[in-house]
């Protein structure tokens, strides 16, 4: 008997599923991470260069003329390559979600370059557009790249779904040096369920990318907040107001961010990011602090280095540039400018308070920090992350309280206020308009999904013979616990069992929402 045969033997076969996905993930987060750090390098250059050009242009007001010809060139190829890539327009966010749980197509060999060009051309003009969304599509696709390398002839659509979620973690670690928040957000953002094996090839994924990217931009995190003062016991009742600010600015942002989107629908597709382009020009030349993702703007609130009245400036700026150049649907993210948007709200309640209400000079950077997270939860919905990612940011765990306490008072509100996450909402936006929520099945398929089941389900305290499983469906496989059991029709169903389904003849993308409705509880 060969070593590998025996260590077969001595693993059980669902423990050999989750090494499994260990061992891809390595080679994901080493493919996905070096076209992250190769995505994230332009952006930073061709942003750098998008402010050069726009204080030459300030200062020789001529240089007008080359560059309309330049944005007219770059906005008829920006819509052409979105047109003909639609599911690399935008964030990419929603796509990979679509991919992983509606059952999308994406086809990387396509993805990659639009992504590329796409984003680094709309960096170069200074459109307010991250690169975090973008590179956890970049991540998405690296991962499918080379998951169809190791498949060989093979189809696993289903495996190859975990492969996705693992290259979304590995993007989102390398682009922000944060690999703790891409893989929960691998959890929380795309799969929206814990699953042991996925974990495990996230976990690698975003582990491997973050070595890559600090390899590349040494240790520091991209948003070192470095020291940052306790929040005084005393002044914690100010955790209220500004969780209620954070959700009411996510909200507002999420409005913005799709009515600007309605107002593009009514102009032609090709003129699009042609408006986008021309609205970077004043921005440009009179507030350049606004062009690119936002990053220097946290740094700004952080430490109020300007006055009240510029934060107020730069927070309505950065909120209607960022929603002029997202509705345009150029490649581009929007998970930095909201971080950006936020932080500017944090930062002008604490410079208020500080003037008004006495609070101490470190409550600003505090202020600053918490409503930002907050403003992320109450937009995307993934609290766990978006603490988290301030908690890398940060490089501490002393503000996780007071930055938690923020977050759920926002989410709170967000609720309230009945906001979409934003993903959910611009992936709705994506299917109808391609028309995917109204088209038939594609293809008969067959495959084996995984799936936990929720306390509370309709599925949960029930034999498995008494629950109305989608035609063509088999439980072939139950894990509680630690334990692996064979299921029989008489089994007895438990909220936090790992179900194992077999589906065959039937549309993969209905077979899986049709058994998360059995097994997930409707919040």
């Known amino acids: 008997m060969s070593m590998a045969q025996h260590i077969e033997r001595m693993i059980p076969l669902f423990n050999r599923m989750k090494w499994k996905m260990a061992a891809i993930g390595i080679g994901v987060g080493l493919v996905s991470g070096l076209l992250v750090v190769l995505y994230r390098l332009g952006i930073e250059n061709c942003t750098r260069f998008a402010r050069w050009m726009y204080a030459q242009i300030r200062v020789n007001p001529w240089l007008i003329v080359p560059w309309a010809f330049a944005a007219l060139s770059v906005g008829l190829l920006i819509a052409w390559m979105i047109s003909s890539e639609p599911m690399a327009s935008g964030s990419g966010i929603p796509q990979t979600d679509g991919v992983v749980l509606a059952g999308l197509r994406m086809r990387w060999q396509t993805i990659l370059p639009v992504r590329f060009v796409g984003g680094l051309l709309g960096a170069a003009f200074g459109l307010s557009l991250g690169r975090e969304g973008p590179s956890i599509q970049i991540g998405a696709s690296g991962a499918q790249f080379l998951s169809h390398r190791l498949r060989g002839r093979r189809r696993e659509d289903v495996q190859e779904h975990y492969v996705v979620t693992a290259g979304a973690a590995a993007g989102l670690s390398a682009a922000f040096s944060a690999p703790l928040s891409g893989m929960m957000f691998a959890l929380e953002g795309i799969h929206r369920s814990f699953s042991p094996v996925i974990l495990m090839g996230a976990t690698a994924a975003s582990l491997t990318a973050d070595f890559v990217s600090k390899y590349c931009f040494g240790l520091r995190p991209v948003l070192d907040f470095g020291s940052i003062a306790q929040l005084p016991l005393g002044e914690y009742v100010w955790l209220i107001p500004l969780g209620l600010l954070a959700g009411l600015v996510g909200s507002l942002m999420n409005r913005s961010l799709l009515g600007f989107q309605t107002l593009y629908g009514k102009l032609p597709a090709w003129s699009r990011p042609l408006v986008a382009l021309a609205i970077a020009l004043p921005v440009g030349i009179w507030l350049p602090d606004v062009l690119g993702g936002g990053s220097n703007l946290i740094g700004m609130a952080e430490h109020a280095t300007t006055g009240l009245g510029m934060l107020c400036v730069l927070f309505v700026a950065k909120l209607l540039f960022t929603s002029t150049s997202f509705g345009s649907g150029a490649p581009g993210g929007i998970f ?72 759920f008072i926002a989410m709170l509100v967000s609720d309230v206020l009945h906001t979409r996450p934003i993903y959910d909402a611009l992936l709705d936006r994506y299917m109808r308009a391609q028309k995917l929520d109204v088209q038939a099945p594609n293809a008969i398929g067959n495959g084996v999904l995984e799936l936990p089941l929720e306390m509370g389900s309709q599925a949960d305290g029930r034999r498995i013979r008494d629950v109305d499983w989608p035609s063509g ?44 409705d059995l097994c997930d509880v409707d919040v």
């Open 473 to 516: 469906c088999l439980v072939i496989g139950l894990r509680r616990g630690e334990r692996e059991i064979v299921p029989r029709g008489d089994t007895v169903l438990r909220g936090g069992d790992y179900l194992i389904v077999l589906f065959s003849g039937e549309d993969e993308r209905t077979v899986r929402l049709a058994l998360h």
């Open 336 to 407: 930095m400018p909201i971080l950006a948007v936020g932080s500017l709200a944090g930062g002008i309640c604490g410079a208020a308070a500080q003037r008004l209400c006495g609070v101490s000079d470190g409550a600003v950077a505090v202020f600053a920090v918490c409503v930002m997270t907050g403003v992320l939860a109450a937009s995307v919905k993934t609290p766990i992350t978006s603490i988290l990612l301030a908690v890398e940011m940060s490089g501490t765990l002393t503000h996780m309280l007071p930055v938690a306490a923020v977050v």
